[in-house]
């Protein structure tokens, strides 16, 4: 009566679901034509379902259908008869028992996932779903029993809380990299009377960090949240969060643009605190991001820059910088590009890289 693995799932044709509801009813466990039909509709269902009789020494199984057979790998008359504690083993967390004890005692419904053993002594996680069943007189006749073997989702769980684990431990050291190359640099540059230089560096390699951080437990689903990429970047700049706007939704994206994305939104933030809307009281910058299709069709995100109440912009910088140049230069890796319009009450600009999944 145990089924190969290969078999679980598929529910097999039972003599349950083909009873005739007239005739002789008393050849099934429950009386007359009511009886029938349940017993015909717990055998077409693909649930497993079983009836204790708490009447009884010891709560017994008084009837399971054919799904609890092939979920457990017993036969009905190794099952009818026995308590449902007979499914548990070594693994089974007693504080769950526990419960179903409460609930049968309490005449309660519970809900209940533990882990129980078939027949072959493989085990599956079950989630249990029990309650009481009346008579007309409001008397305890029965307790149902519902199972699911839940066993593929608590594997996910554990896949996930380890993918989950390992981001953690990614990120912990990706923070100790950008720590090391940050003292590099500032050595490096003390060394060579170029503190400056490397002022400028550390703050871009700050602002790599900044980009990844908040989104490396979400890099493990294979997108992130561009909204939060995007805050954290920008967050130094706005300390008391009141000149620059964030417009979103909950737009995701590949990890692998947010290299780009944080360097290009630092620069534009750097030149906004020096010569545009930031560098001036009431200058404001709103930032907003979308998904949409680039100039050649393809899937892309999307991100406006703009600014309003800095200075007077008289038209383009002769110069516009090196952090522009690295910017654009690590967009173009990712097939992206960035395009700025120097409007005289401010600089707009927007972001465009291609993405796979848009």
Known sequence: MADGNENRGRLRSSHQAHRPISGDASSGPFDGATGLLFEQAMAQTRMA?????????????????????QLTGYRA??????????????????????????????????????????????????TLHLGPIYDEEGRLKYFFGSQWDVTDIHQSRAEERHAKAMAREISHRLKNVFAVIGG????????????????????????????????LDEAVLGTIHVGQAIRSVLSPYDPEENRILL????????PNAISAIGLTLHELA??????????????????????????????????EWKEKGGPAIDGPPQSEGTGFNIAETLLAHSRGVLEKEWERDGLRAQVTIPIANG
Request: glycine share 8%.
């Open 247 to 254: 417009n979103g939704n909950g737009v995701r994206t590949e």
């Open 49 to 69: 379902v079983c009836l204790t009789d708490p009447n009884q020494k010891d709560d017994p199984i008084v009837f399971c259908n054919e799904a609890f057979q």
């Open 270 to 303: 750097t030149n906004a605190t020096k010569y545009g809307a930031l560098s001036q009281e009431g200058g404001m910058v709103e930032v907003s991001w979308q998904h949409t299709r680039d100039k050649l069709g393809r899937s892309a995100l999307q991100i």
């Open 184 to 215: 590099i640099v500032t050595i490096t540059g003390r060394s060579m009377d170029a503190r400056a230089v490397a002022a400028k560096i550390n703050e871009r390699v700050q602002a790599l960090g900044r980009s990844y951080e908040p989104t």
């Open 77 to 126: 008359d190794e099952i009818v008869g026995r308590n449902c504690r007979f499914l548990q083993g070594p693994g089974t967390d007693q504080a769950q028992v526990g419960k179903i004890r409460e609930a049968i005692s309490a005449e309660e419904v519970a809900v209940v996932e533990l882990l129980n053993y078939r027949k072959d002594g493989t085990s599956f996680w079950n």
